[in-house]
Structures are given as C-alpha cells and as structure tokens.
C-alpha cells in the first residue's frame, strides 16, 4: 500500500510539473470543500450582488491542488491574489460581483463553477481526472423596499486645531438595505463648496471618504450632508440622521500634521512615504518626545520641542499590502511635568484592487499637423478603450477643465471614439484625461497621450533671381520640328495670343457694323434727296456733288444757303499750261474751282448746268494748245481775250435768255414748291 501511495505522489508531482492538476487520494475523493453565498440574498428586481466564494484544501498530506472559477456565463474569474493552486489546508478566497438578472430570480439561484483535479483509485495506479463543480447560490425575491438604508459615521481629527493646522474629516458611508443606492453626494458647505460624489453603493458595502481643511482664526462647525438616490428610482433623497461637530480653535500648543507623499492609493506592495512635522507655538519646551503608530509601532524617539516655534519633521516609509489609516500619536513631557500627548491628523492609503480599478487606454489624434493663424479650428479624434476588467460607469472626457463628453458606460473590453473640432487659441500640446469614480468608490484622474499642435509662421516663397545678361548662343539647326505649347511658358504665350487675336476680330467685326451703318445711312440719304440736285461745276458751291449727268434738269430746286460771287484768284507764277492735256480748259484758271450755284439767292440767274465753263468752251470755241496764247498770270483781261467773253458776260446773258422763275405762293412749303416746279417743268 506504501508502495502505491509513493506511485500516486511522484505521478502527481509530474502532473504539477506539466501545469496538470494534482493528484487525491482515495476512490472518487474530493480533497476540497466549497462554500458560497452572496449579499443581498434577497432583491425585488434585477441587480448586483455581491458574490464571495471560499475553495479549502483539506487532502491528506502534502498535496497541492489545482483549482479555477468561472462566472455564470462560463467566463474564468481570479482568486483573491491570483490563486491558481492550492496546499494543505490553504483556502483560496474570491469577492466579486455579479448583475442578478430576471431569469435568475425566476429559478431562485444562479450557478458559478469550480474546476479542480480528483484522483480515481479504482485501478492498479490511480488516475488523475478533471471535475468540475456546479455551485448554485440562491437568491430570493423580495418586495422593494423605499425607506432609506444608509448609515454615515463623520469624524474630525484633530477636534480642535490651532490656525493653519490641517483637520480631517473622514466620512463612512454603509448601505444596510437590500438595494443599491447611486448618485451619492456628500456636502460641508460650512467648510468647502467642493462635492464629494460616489456613483453607487451596493447592499451591504461601504465606501469612506476624507477630506482635509486647513484650521482658519476661529472655531467653525462641521455639518455634512449627504442625498442619494434609490436605485431606478430618480427621486432624491437626503440623509438627515449626521450630526454636527464643532472643530475648536486652539491658541498655542502643539500642532502635527501628517502627509502622504505624491499618492495615497497604491498597488498591493508598493512603498508610500509619509511625513510627520511637529509645530510647537507653546511657551512649554518638551524633551524625550516620541512619535508612534497603532500598526507602524515606535517610529521615532528621544525628540526635542523648544517652546515657540520649536519644530521637528519625521519621516516614515510604508509598505501599503492593504487599505489601512494611519495616524501618527506624538508623546512627552516637559521639565514641569506637564504631558503631552497629541494625534496627527489621520492618513487613508488605499491598497488598489485592480479589479475594481478604472484601466482606460486613452489615444488622441489631430487632423492638423500644425496651423498657420491664431485661433485656428483643429479637428481631434479621441479613442477611449477600456482595458481593464472593472466596469467604467459615468466617466468625463474632458480637455483641461473643459468636459468634451460623457460615456454612461464602457464595459471591459470595449472602446468609444469622439470627433470634436476646437477653437485653439494658439499652438502647443493638447492633452485629453477621464475622470470617473471606480468600484471602490475613488475618484480617478487617466491622463491621454499627448498632441503636438504646432504653429508655423505662413512664408511666401522667395522672387526668383534676376538672370545676369549674357550673349545669346547660337542656335544649332535640328531637323526636328518644333512643336508650340509644349511646355509651360509656350502655353502661356499661346493663351496670350489667342485673347489678342480673338480681341483684335472683335474689335474688326465693330468696324465693319460701324461701316455697315454709315453706308446704309448715306443710301437712305441719298434715295431721299430729288434727283439732279447736285453741282455738276467747279463753280457752284455745294455739300456734295453729283457727277452722274452734266447738266441739272429744268425742275431742279435751288440750292440752300448764302451764294458769293465769282472771286478772282491769282494764277501761280510757275504755271505752264504745257503740263496738262488737250481737256484742260484755261478759263478755269481765273476763277475758284469752287461751285458756285448763283440761283441760290437770285431768282433771275441762269441754272448752274447752263452756266458750265465747258459750254462757253464749246460755244465760243477753243484754240489749239500750239496756237493758244499763254495768259497772263493773275490778270482777268488776259482771260477774256483768250475765251472771247468773261464769265460776267457770259452769266448776264444767261439771265436774259432765262425764263423768270415762278413765284413761291405764301405759306407754301419748299416741298411743295419744288414739286409744282417740276410738275410745270415737265409740262
């Protein structure tokens, strides 16, 4: 039997040795106990609770076992400690929550699960099998209840305190009812405006909060207040059972003051320094003075206190394994005998449980790089990831102490991303935090990476540098076409050209309208004119002249206007009648080749195309170039011995041989008139 039993535990030990489970003895024997329970154990609706489970190892001998846990939802959960295996005797203990759900309270029970190793011993070498152990813990439903259920303890420490000195208050909150209360607040308006919220307290827990107040010059009274609600309930409600306590002013004493520093909530195992200064305002000087703490013993002795002012400072290193308050007490007595006996004020150093600590991975992003005026609009994107294994419950993501959002819950594991454009007033490090209050009823401050934002002065690019002149080179023939628009410069050019040559055959097509215009315009003129009203000789005067017949007929109307007689013109000195041909006619030198209608203003005179130079040329006849006498320069007689006659003679009789003209009847309009001119004129 020895023999089998040795078999048995080296199989076991090679069991541990490969992380398999270890090994029981006996047949079916179960070398563990389990027991469990879970508060409240009776709820009127869907809630936590409170769920405390304790495996016991109780195998003969020196074996170890194996064992783990696991939720109702078949997740593993941890031991306190991070057990995994079990000795002799040894317990592993597990404290957590669990949300009761409504299926739960219809069964009346929920299920966790222990898994360990059993050995059967049913064969000739035992065995060693894996057992899993169905743990059903009851609940019940009960009525709900409304009345309030919260207890609060409110200490002060030191009760009275000389000005300056630093007074605590610890506030202790328990929930005795069956339901969970939220949205716990705590107020002293008598001595801070600041707020002291828990989110939540569930049945049977409870939370203890501090807060420290520097004495002022006079005695003051503390009265706490605290309101909370129900939960699923939002009617609030006031805690009305705190007394009130009257801090004293001490004048002179002895004053001590105890601080953390840096922190007061630590992992397990961590050190925290803490730090004890002695003030003494008496006129009493104490020798032999010790300082001592309730867990910490004897931390300093043999100190001396001179009177006014005498001070001393001790420091003490702790190692934090769990939540403790330590409260420093101060010893001694001077030369008269008096005693001193004094406490410092109380210091809460919190062994973190990180189950119930906030884990948050907080990464932020900004769409600029950096900007180039102040204020600028930057764009950022925060991803806030829970990576812990507690709850996070109305946490504030918040820039500086601008709040950006509010997460209700972020479940482990999960994560929620923000977009949220700012105003910057400048440029710099952006940095964004979350704050929220964990299952242990502390508030927590997660700080973010950080983003730099710089700013940047807006540059202009340089001018490019002028081109010193140099000799153009000599461009080598290639017999490769060149093609325009080719490159950057080419195409400018070419648009150039292009709204120049488009401006140019805008600026011809306005001119051929404008010409268009003008033509037609004479046209209309000229079909409304009478026909032959025109000056056919260089004599007659006129705007315009009519070369299309020789001679104006009979009924043409007189001309407009004031008529001049016929002025006589010097012929040049250098004239030679050689230079022109047989047409030229010398009694064109006499007179101004302007025209010259005499019946403009005299009824009496000739028809200006029966007054043409070329009639009297033709009538009087004309000398042949080689037999015609060269006139005199300027001289009128010379004129008229060359023609035979003067052009005054020659109009006289024209007037003679003329007809008189027909009266203008009064009130007769000239359109009229010529009409009825023409008329008999055709007759």
């Known amino acids: 039997m020895k023999k089998s039993y040795l078999i048995a535990l080296c199989l076991a030990a090679a069991l541990l040795v490969c992380g398999l489970p270890s090994l029981v003895l006996g047949d079916d024997y179960h070398p563990v106990t389990v027991s469990s329970s879970c508060s409240p154990k009776s709820i009127s609706s869907p809630q936590k609770v409170t769920v405390t489970i304790v495996v016991t190892n109780i195998a003969d001998g020196n074996v170890s076992v194996p064992v783990a846990l696991y939720d109702p939802s078949k997740n593993a959960v941890s031991f306190q400690g991070g057990v995994t295996s079990i000795g002799q005797s040894q317990k592993a ?62 200490k002060i420490s030191p009760s009275s305190a000389s000005k300056g000195q630093t007074v605590t208050l610890t ?291 340089p001018p490019p540098p002028t081109p010193e002149p140099t000799d153009a080179p000599f461009a080598e023939a290639t017999d490769e076409p060149v093609v325009a628009g080719t490159t950057g410069e080419n195409q400018g050019g070419n648009t150039g050209m292009l709204l120049l040559w488009g401006l140019a055959g805008l600026l011809l097509l306005a001119l051929v309208v404008v010409l268009v215009f003008i033509l037609l315009g004479r046209r209309r003129e000229s079909s409304a004119a009478p026909r032959g009203e025109a000056v056919v000789d260089s004599i007659q005067r006129g705007a315009r002249r009519d070369y299309g017949s020789q001679h104006r007929p009979a009924h043409a109307q007189p001309r407009t206007g004031r008529g001049t007689a016929p002025r006589e013109r010097p012929v040049a000195a250098d004239f030679d009648t050689e230079e022109f041909d047989n047409d030229y006619d010398p009694a064109y030198s006499a007179y101004d080749t302007d025209a010259y209608d005499a019946d403009a203003h005299d009824a009496n005179a000739p028809l200006s195309s029966s007054a043409s130079l070329h009639d009297l040329a033709s009538k009087y006849g004309r000398p042949e170039p080689e037999e015609r006498p060269k006139p005199a320069r300027g001289s009128a007689a010379r004129d008229a011995e060359r023609t035979g006659s003067t052009a005054d003679d020659y109009l006289a009789r024209m007037r003679e041989q003329r007809p008189p003209r027909e009266a203008r009847t009064p009130g007769e309009t000239t359109d009229v008139y010529r009409r009825r001119r023409a008329r008999n004129a055709d007759a």
């Open 93 to 154: 203990t597990y404290v957590g929550t669990y949300n009761v759900t409504k299926e739960d309270l219809d069964k009346g029970k929920f299920n966790f699960y222990v898994k360990y190793n059993i050995f059967k011993n049913d064969t000739s070498v035992p065995t060693a099998e894996s057992y899993t152990r169905t743990l059903s813990i009851p609940i019940s439903k009960g009525k709900a209840s409304t009345a309030s259920k919260l207890t609060t303890e409110h």
């Open 171 to 461: 506030y202790t909150i328990t929930n005795t009812g069956s339901n969970a209360v939220t949205n716990v607040q705590i107020t002293n308006t008598s001595l801070t405006k600041d707020k002291i919220n828990i989110s939540r307290i569930d049945a049977g827990d409870k939370v203890t909060k501090t807060f420290q107040y520097t004495m002022g010059s006079k005695s003051i009274k503390s009265k706490p207040k605290v309101t909370y609600r129900n939960e699923g309930s939002d009617k609030v409600l006031t805690l009305n059972t705190i007394p009130s306590k009257t801090i004293e002013l001490e004048k002179g004493g002895v004053i001590v003051n105890l601080k953390a520093k840096d922190k007061s909530e630590v992992k397990p195992g961590e050190k925290v320094e803490l730090t004890c200064t002695i003030t003494n305002n008496s006129n009493v000087s104490y020798k032999d003075v010790k300082i001592s703490d309730p867990l910490l013993g004897d931390i300093a002795t043999g100190i001396e206190l001179k009177a006014n002012t005498g001070k001393h400072t001790e420091t003490k290193t702790v190692t934090v394994n769990e939540t403790a308050d330590y409260s420093f007490l101060v010893e001694g007595a001077s030369e008269s005998g008096k005693e001193l006996s004094i406490s410092s004020n109380p210091v809460h150093l919190v062994a973190i449980d990180m189950t119930k600590q906030l884990q948050l991975e907080i990464i932020a992003q900004a769409q600029s790089t950096e900007i180039y005026e102040e204020p600028s609009e930057v764009v950022f994107a925060v991803t806030v990831k829970n990576v812990g294994v507690a709850e996070g419950k109305d946490l504030l993501l918040k820039h500086g102490k601008t709040t950006i959002a509010k997460i209700p819950s972020l479940p482990s594991g999960e994560e929620q991303t923000f977009v949220k454009a700012l105003l910057v007033s400048m440029g710099g490090t952006f940095r964004f935090d979350v704050s929220g209050v964990n299952e242990q009823g502390t508030t927590q401050e997660i700080e973010g990476n950080e983003v730099k934002v710089p700013y940047l002065m807006p540059t202009e690019p």
